[in-house]
């Protein structure tokens, strides 16, 4: 065929059309918003969608499409729509807030796991309850008028002097070194306010929440993503609680409550003095463990370590045993892994694929068996996993004395079916886990999965060869095995332990950074990365050379004296 039979000149095109992840292809004039499109069509999915997925970027609804185009619809039954839904709705309580109080500084400090924000005022008495329900009767009159979110571009030097103005000190602190000469706002009613990460384009989408007392706060509910248009019943987590209100003291102590501090203390010289008194906190921390051990041994002969993944359970592990040695006492480790069953006999998930994660996973019956031959001093010819072959196959012989201790480090720790044979006075249960508390600002807040996320990316690029991409293809498995097999159980520890460190974000920058630019644009696991480089970019990187060689850090950086070391 003639070329110029099938190539002539043409007018620009007046409509785009959008193809769905489901196969249905609609159009519309060129510049109409997404969320257009969205009202004029029938999902039939099980929560609101929020964003979408638009030629592999993230984007609000409010985008407009002006090509034609490639669309997942995100909910919030998805991660990332989940995360603009709770922005969101800390955007609407904030403003409320402030609204009935013009006094009151809401800070949002962490999140629960039944789904929720414990929040705090400062700058005035604690809120009633009678107060929380005026501010959640105003909340629910705002959805109800369905009021838009607006968004706005503004230069840097008037953001400043408008939270100058409001003596926002946290996001004057942050936006000093910030390299961008802008900022972008979002408004709703007279307020404004920075957040990290995208919005709903109107209150209208903010149906469920509930705001209820906590402690000397309150927390802003909102759904889960499992059940997305549910809100849970409160569930207390004592024990969690007290690690955060811990964690809090420690940055009280250093000077440093959220990320502007940090990177002051960076620019002033001061990063080895916060380096010494993270790591002095942490040693500090392991050492009331140890004491409590020693004092209840030679009762306790069992100690089971868990956590979710990148917890720093194993560095952990050993300096613990270093600690229990210094009190004469005598650990030996068992290794979970090496008890799981012959891999054709491991149970499967909902996809037919084998699940590693599961406690069924293990061989529960030799477990406990070797561990009471153990404690009653006879000598047990260990299994070894080999995972290869994928099976089970003969280990060493041991034998320990009344003096040992047993140390056991997994996932399964805190759940008593683990050890249902072995009495519960022998067992010493810790809990590990990365539980920062320290925020960009008083409104938002750095996610403990993140902390841990980028401590997985950077060890398993050092250590097991994995790119960036493969690491964020796996941790949504990852989570979900947490959900299910970790975290319900975090309560049943006798002591829980934070191994978050206050100035880490700052050092595993440089470490991560190269790593996530590599991700292939227009992939799921890129819009991961565009969200993780982003938040990282709030960061004044640290140099590690200032970082002890024992340090929890060391085991996802590189460099740990400990990591041939076996107790």
């Known amino acids: 065929m003639d070329a110029g039979s099938i190539v002539r000149p043409a007018r620009p095109r007046r409509k785009a059309q959008v193809r769905f992840a489901d196969g249905r292809i609609y159009e519309a004039p060129v510049g109409t918003s997404l969320e257009t499109y969205i009202q004029a069509i029938d999902f039939d999915l099980p929560a609101p969608i929020v964003a979408a997925h638009i030629n592999g970027e993230l984007r609000e609804i409010t985008y407009h499409i002006v090509t034609d185009s490639e669309v997942t619809p995100i909910t919030i039954a ?18 409320a807030a402030e609204e009935l109080f013009p006094d009151a500084q809401v ?41 838009p979110i607006g968004k706005q571009r503004v230069p840097l030097e008037e953001a400043l002097s408008y939270f100058e103005a409001r003596q926002h000190t946290d996001k004057i602190r942050l936006l000093k070194t910030r390299k ?8 709703l009613n007279n307020a404004k306010d920075y957040y990290h990460g995208y919005m709903v384009p109107s209150t209208g989408y903010l149906q469920k929440f509930a705001l209820r007392p906590h402690g000397p706060g309150f927390v802003l509910q909102y759904p ?32 440093i409550p959220n990320v502007g501090s940090l990177n002051e203390a960076n620019e002033a010289g001061r990063m080895r003095e916060v380096i010494l008194v993270s ?65 054709e ?37 260990l299994p070894r996993y080999n995972f290869i072959t994928g099976l089970r196959e003969t280990g060493e012989s041991l034998r320990i004395s009344q003096d040992h201790v047993i140390i056991v480090e997994g996932i399964h720790g805190m759940n008593p079916e683990l050890v249902q044979e072995i009495h519960p006075g022998l067992i010493y249960r810790v809990y590990v886990s990365a539980l920062t ?7 938002n807040r750095v996610p403990t999965t993140d902390t841990r996320l980028l401590r997985r990316i950077v060890r398993d690029a050092t250590y097991r060869g994995y790119s960036a991409s493969d690491t964020i293809k796996r941790w949504e498995s990852v989570r979900r095995g947490e959900k299910r097999w970790i975290f319900p159980f975090q309560e049943h520890a006798d002591v829980m332990f934070n191994s978050a460190l206050v100035y880490e974000l700052a050092v595993l920058k440089p470490f991560a950074e190269p790593l996530l630019l590599q991700v292939k644009p227009r992939t799921p696991e890129h819009i991961e990365t565009k969200r993780l480089l982003s938040f990282l970019d709030w960061f004044i990187a640290a140099t590690p050379d200032l970082i002890p060689d024992n340090s929890i850090l060391r085991e996802f950086i590189g460099g740990s004296i400990l990591r041939d070391y076996v107790p």
């Not at 603009?84 to 403003?95: D, V």
């Not at 996809?351 to 030799?366: R, V």
């Open 279 to 343: 790591e002095a906190l942490h040693e500090q921390r392991l050492a009331r463990i140890a004491s409590d051990i020693a004092e209840q041994h030679p009762r306790v002969r069992l100690v089971l370590i868990a956590g979710p993944s990148s917890s720093g359970k194993t560095t952990f592990s050993k300096r613990l045993s270093i600690q229990l040695l210094a009190h004469g006492i005598r650990p030996t480790t068992l290794a979970l892994d090496d008890f799981l069953v012959n891999r």
């Open 78 to 95: 998805d991660s990332d729509g989940m995360r603009i839904y709770r922005r969101s709705l800390a955007f609407l309580m904030i403003t």
């Open 437 to 443: 508390q320290l925020n960009i600002d008083q409104h």
């Open 107 to 147: 800070e949002i400090e962490y999140a629960l796991n039944f789904g929720g924000f414990y929040c705090e005022v400062k700058g005035r008495t604690p809120f009633t309850p009678e107060e929380l329900a005026r501010i959640e009767t105003s909340m629910r009159q705002l959805v109800d008028a369905d009021i």
């Open 224 to 255: 889960r993503r499992e059940l997305p248009t549910v809100i849970q019943e409160p569930v207390e987590y004592p024990k969690l609680v007290a690690v955060f209100n811990e964690y809090g003291e420690w940055m009280e102590v250093m000077g």
């Open 345 to 381: 006999d491991t149970p499967t998930d909902e996809n037919g694929d084998y699940d590693f994660e599961s406690l069924y996973a293990l061989d529960l019956t030799t477990f406990n068996n070797v561990l009471l031959r153990l404690m009653d001093g006879q000598e047990v010819t």
């Open 180 to 187: 961008k000469g802008y900022l972008t706002l979002y408004t």
